[in-house]
T-cell receptor, first 115, second 113 residues
Framework: AQSVTQLGSHVSVSEGALVLLRCNYSSSVPPYLFWYVQYPNQGLQLLLKYTSAATLVKGINGFEAEFKKSETSFHLTKPSAHMSDAAEYFCAVSPFGAAGNKLTFGGGTRVLVKP | KAGVTQTPRYLIKTRGQQVTLSCSPISGHRSVSWYQQTPGQGLQFLFEYFSETQRNKGNFPGRFSGRQFSNSRSEMNVSTLELGDSALYLC????????????FGQGTRLTVV
C-alpha cells in the first residue's frame, strides 16, 4: 500500500522567506505525485503534479517541487513567501499505471506567514 | 467552464438519520471521487465512480454508499449517522485519462448532533 508522510504539521515563515514543505512517499514504484493547497472552508486546488516527465516541476503561484527517486521525496518550495500563501498544503500520491483516480494524502502542513 | 459543484454546502443531521450529498462534475469528466476530511483522520478516500460503475473503494463501512448517474453527476449516501461522521465531504472530478489531476469542489460540511 502506498503512503505519504509530510514532515511538520505546522510551518511558520516570514514574508519574503523561503517556503519548504517536505513530502516523502512509500511505494514500490514511483507513483504520480501531487501538491494541493486548501484555504479555509474551501476545497483543494492543485499546485503542481509529477507524472514521470521532468523531475523539477513548476506549478502555480511560484511554487515548484523536485522529485528525487533515491530519497523517495517530493518537497515543495517557494523562494519568497507571500501573505496569501497562508493555507494548508497536502502532498498526495496516485498509483502509477492503475486504473482510476484514487489519491492517498499526507497529513497536511499548515503554513503561517508572518509579516 | 464551471467547476465541480457540491450541494448542499452545510448540513446538520441527527444521529441515526441518513443523508445524501450531491456532486456535479466538470463537463466532460466521467470520473467522480469522494473524500472525507476530518481533523483526526485527515483526507481519506471513500470511493470513485466512472461511467456509473464503482471503480475504486476505500476502507469505509457499508453505511457509506454512492452512485453515479448517466450524466456523471454523483451522490453519496450515509445511513445511520454517527457523531464521528461529522466531516467535510469533498467531491472531485477527473478527465477521462487516468491518473491526471483531480478537480475538487468546495465540499459539504456535515455536522451530526
Amino acid at each position: 500500500a502506498q503512503s505519504v508522510t509530510q514532515l511538520g504539521s505546522h510551518v511558520s515563515v516570514s514574508e519574503g522567506a523561503l517556503v519548504l514543505l517536505r513530502c516523502n512517499y512509500s511505494s514500490s514504484v514511483p507513483p504520480y505525485l501531487f501538491w494541493y493547497v486548501q484555504y479555509p472552508n474551501q476545497g483543494l486546488q492543485l499546485l503542481l503534479k509529477y507524472t514521470s516527465a521532468a523531475t523539477l516541476v513548476k506549478g502555480i503561484n511560484g511554487f515548484e517541487a523536485e522529485f528525487k527517486k533515491s530519497e523517495t521525496s517530493f518537497h515543495l518550495t517557494k523562494p519568497s513567501a507571500h501573505m496569501s500563501d497562508a493555507a494548508e498544503y497536502f502532498c498526495a500520491v496516485s498509483p502509477f499505471g492503475a486504473a482510476g483516480n484514487k489519491l492517498t494524502f499526507g497529513g497536511g502542513t499548515r503554513v503561517l506567514v508572518k509579516p | 467552464k464551471a467547476g465541480v459543484t457540491q450541494t448542499p454546502r452545510y448540513l446538520i443531521k441527527t444521529r441515526g438519520q441518513q443523508v445524501t450529498l450531491s456532486c456535479s462534475p466538470i463537463s466532460g469528466h466521467r470520473s467522480v471521487s469522494w473524500y472525507q476530511q476530518t481533523p483526526g483522520q485527515g483526507l481519506q478516500f471513500l470511493f470513485e465512480y466512472f461511467s456509473e460503475t464503482q471503480r475504486n473503494k476505500g476502507n469505509f463501512p457499508g453505511r457509506f454508499s454512492g452512485r453515479q448517474f448517466s450524466n456523471s453527476r454523483s451522490e453519496m449516501n450515509v445511513s445511520t449517522l454517527e457523531l464521528g461522521d461529522s466531516a467535510l465531504y469533498l467531491c472531485a472530478s477527473s478527465p477521462p485519462q487516468g491518473n491526471t489531476e483531480a478537480f475538487f469542489g468546495q465540499g459539504t460540511r456535515l455536522t451530526v448532533v
